[in-house]
């Protein structure tokens, strides 16, 4: 299956603005995301939409625009409660049935859900929302903690700003952590974050600067990660002890240690794949592992692939999406 390309975004009545910028932001004309993607709002009714800052929202495309997207997302609104309208369930249903991707975060779960789509799969919405989910929809698997969950071409995701890592992780998966990263950065966003994470962390009130330190300490060892990087010389650098550094970097991260580097070496390898030809054992040694063969084997374990295997898929990938003269656009602040 080729990369999607076309993306089709349905806006339910009083959808949230958040999430209209959020894809509008990665996946549309005005964003730096990808000058390829052809992006849409639709609607079961096209013209204005209300929303739930009371703005209302012109729609141009009707549920047409799904018949041929290869991504579809289902955006979340303030009537959630209450199922889509049967003909947008059928538009999600045969978007899935036709082999689109098909996708939604925080109450759009709801709308995938009516749909069936959901059934017998692991899904996630808004915590404060994953147990009515489950009441609504028994047969829905809920995972209440994660911040977005990839079922194939199904995905779902959080609350909030947890779209962003739900595009994110889209746009990774199918066009290379470079994009991904590029998008990221522009955006002043963390380049990858686990769909597994928790959704809310428990950060507490920062003492004596501690949080402070910890920042600090996190953007140097991504700077140094063809160093071994222990955690307690990361521990060290903080001025806390092992046990300390690990609560706080739990609290602050949702993660341990040894997970972050893990993941922080694996997306730096990927883009070093995708956009070098440096052999695979230099991208290992910059990376931070021993060997090639180390390399391989957490790759194999991480992603289900070899690097070499992942480095020739994303070359086709570059390949077959580039346009002549295309590039992302500059942004303005």
């Known amino acids: 299956m080729a990369p999607f390309t076309t993306v089709a975004a349905y806006v339910p009545p009083g959808v949230g603005m958040l999430a209209v910028g959020i894809v509008a932001e990665t996946f549309g004309p005005h964003g730096q995301a990808a000058p390829g993607f052809d992006f849409a709002l639709c609607s079961d009714r096209p013209g204005s939409v209300p929303t739930d800052l009371g703005v209302p ?52 779960a709801f709308a995938l859900a009516a749909a069936g789509l959901l059934d017998g799969r692991r899904a996630t919405t808004h915590w404060r929302f994953a147990a009515l989910l489950a009441r609504t929809y028994p047969e829905v698997v809920v995972e209440p903690d994660a911040l977005y969950l990839d079922e194939g071409r199904i995905t779902t995701g959080a609350g ?35 769909g597994g994470q928790a959704q809310y962390l428990a950060a507490p009130v920062p003492e004596d600067g501690e949080d402070e330190r910890l920042a600090g300490v996190l953007a140097w060892a991504r700077e140094h990660l063809h160093e071994p990087l222990p955690v307690a010389e990361l521990a060290r650098r903080a001025v806390m002890s092992k046990r300390s550094f690990a609560r706080r970097f739990a609290a602050a991260t949702g993660t341990t240690p040894h997970a972050w580097l893990r993941e922080l070496r694996l997306s730096a390898a990927e883009e070093l794949l995708e956009t070098t030809d440096l052999p695979v054992e230099e991208v290992a040694r910059r990376v931070g592992y021993g060997s090639a ?36 656009p500059e942004r303005t602040a």
């Open 160 to 194: 909030a700003a947890a779209g962003f890592d739900l595009c994110l992780h889209l746009i990774r998966r199918e066009h290379g952590t470079a994009l991904a990263n590029h998008i990221a950065r522009d955006m002043v966003l963390p380049s990858h974050r686990d």
């Open 57 to 108: 929202l012109t729609v141009e495309h009707d549920l047409d625009r799904l018949a041929a997207a290869d991504l579809v997302l289902a955006l979340p609104g303030a009537q959630f409660r209450t199922p889509p309208p049967p003909a947008v369930l059928d538009a999600l249903a045969a978007a899935h049935e036709r082999g689109a991707r098909v996708a939604a975060h925080c109450v759009g």
């Open 293 to 328: 063969a180390v390399l391989r084997e957490q790759f194999v374990r991480r992603r289900g692939v070899p690097p070499r295997s992942y480095r020739r898929a994303f070359t086709r990938v570059v390949s077959s999406a580039a346009t002549p003269g295309a590039h992302p």
